[in-house]
């Protein structure tokens, strides 16, 4: 069965700083990779999709992939108090849809 | 607006009253799926469907069912519900099922079951 790992938390950040989060996943095959953030009690919002190693950036938000490694991250850089929320990483690489993992728990500090 | 739509938003029932979650999507997609939220489980996947009239099991399908008459809609239907089932429900689609596809949630169903 494929398993997507991730640190549950909390991971506690000071405002302005990087918030780094990290993502393992067990099935090679897997070819794309998405980081969701949810905020308590409502729905995953889709915030970067990754499908080749190396860097993706997108604003204040960068993925990173490594495949071999089987590794996931995401960088969050000048964090804001917005950004706490619990952040999911998902993976997918067949018919049957994604994998989630439990998801960090992201608190930034003011 | 493109969204997925799900009713009802919270329902509290009883043991073995059956109940159905409906489930719409305006987008045209073609696969569509149904997930429960858990605290420290995370997310996993009841059923999907990657079309009209076909659907498959996911991680977790006992107790539940569902159906795939229209493109547009996916129900899940409790038939005989349980306390273990209360959880947080969403429906989620995207264009294709495809790898690099975009999954959109619906904004979720929080059922009780006492």
């Known amino acids: 069965q494929k398993e997507v790992e991730q640190n549950s938390g909390p991971l506690s950040v000071p405002e302005g700083a990087i918030a780094s989060l990290n993502c393992t996943y067990s099935?090679?095959?897997?070819?794309?990779f998405f980081w969701y953030r949810q905020y308590s009690g409502k729905s995953p919002e889709l915030i970067m999709s990754?499908?080749?190693?190396g860097d993706k950036e997108d604003g204040r938000f960068t993925a990173q992939l490594n495949k071999a490694s089987q590794y996931v991250s995401l960088l969050i850089r000048d964090s804001q108090p917005s950004d706490s929320a619990t952040y999911l990483c998902?993976?997918?690489?067949?018919?049957?849809?994604?994998?989630f993992g439990k998801g960090t728990h992201l608190i930034i500090q003011p | 607006e493109a969204q997925v739509t799900q009713n009802p938003r919270y329902l509290i029932t009883v043991t073995g009253k059956k109940l159905t979650v409906t489930c719409s999507q305006n987008?045209?997609?073609?696969?569509m799926s149904w997930y429960r939220q858990d605290p420290g489980l995370g997310l996993r996947q009841i059923y999907y469907?990657?079309?009209?009239?076909?659907?498959d099991k996911g991680d977790v399908p006992e107790g539940y069912k569902v159906s795939r008459k229209e493109k547009r809609n996916f129900p899940l239907i409790l038939e005989s519900p349980s306390p273990n089932q209360t959880s947080l429900y969403f429906c989620?689609?995207?264009?294709?099922?495809?790898?690099?596809?975009?999954?959109?949630f619906g904004p979720g169903t929080r059922l009780t079951v006492l």
């Open positions: 998902a993976v997918g690489g067949g018919a049957d849809g994604l994998t």
């Open positions: 099935d090679r095959g897997s070819q794309s």
């Open positions: 990754i499908y080749s190693n």
């Open positions: 987008m045209n997609h073609e696969y």
């Open positions: 469907s990657m079309n009209v009239e076909v659907t």
């Open positions: 989620a689609s995207n264009l294709s099922g495809a790898t690099e596809a975009t999954q959109y």
